[in-house]
Every structure is written in C-alpha cells, then in structure tokens.
C-alpha cells in the first residue's frame, strides 16, 4: 500500500515477516473468471493475517480447498510467475 491503512500517513517502510499467519477469511473459486484459470478451478482466495499484524490477499495452495479454514496456521511462500513476478502463496504451516 502506498499508505498506512490505519492513519494514512505516507511514512511507510519495507519490513521483514517471518513468512507466518493465519487465514483471516476466505472464499472458494469454482467458475473461472478468466479462461487461463479454467484448469485451476476450484482453488482458495485467501485474506491471511501475517503475524505481524498486516494483511495479505493470496492463494492458499498444497492442500484440499474442504480443508481451508478461518483461523487456519499458513506459512507464505513465493511462487514464480514470469521471471520477473512473483506472488506470495499460503501453504499450511
């Protein structure tokens, strides 16, 4: 974000997370919304809470989407699109 969410202020820096959280809420995704995604239904959107405090929407990845739940320990993991994206990815811890 290019501001703080909570005062929004513009004095923001990049800190270092330990790469752990919990699953804040989610949904699960059983139409595509795009034609390249057609192979990857139903997959997990995820709100997880790092245990730092801040937020991050994801994918949680490595396990069945039944499984997914509010709550539920996630480690972050990045996943390399193109060589120069990558996103961040949540795997149970």
Request: aromatic share 8%.
């Amino acid at each position: 974000m290019p501001l703080c969410p909570q005062c929004h202020s513009a004095d923001i820096e990049w800190r270092a997370a330990v790469a752990g959280g919990s699953v804040y809420t989610y949904t699960v995704v059983h139409h595509p919304t795009h034609p390249a995604f057609r192979d990857q239904v139903p997959y997990v959107v995820a709100v997880v809470e790092l245990d730092e405090g801040p937020r991050i929407v994801t994918n949680v990845k490595h396990c069945r989407v039944e499984d997914v739940h509010g709550g539920m320990r996630v480690s972050i993991f990045f996943e390399e699109v193109t060589d120069s994206v990558s996103l961040p990815q949540a795997e149970p811890a």
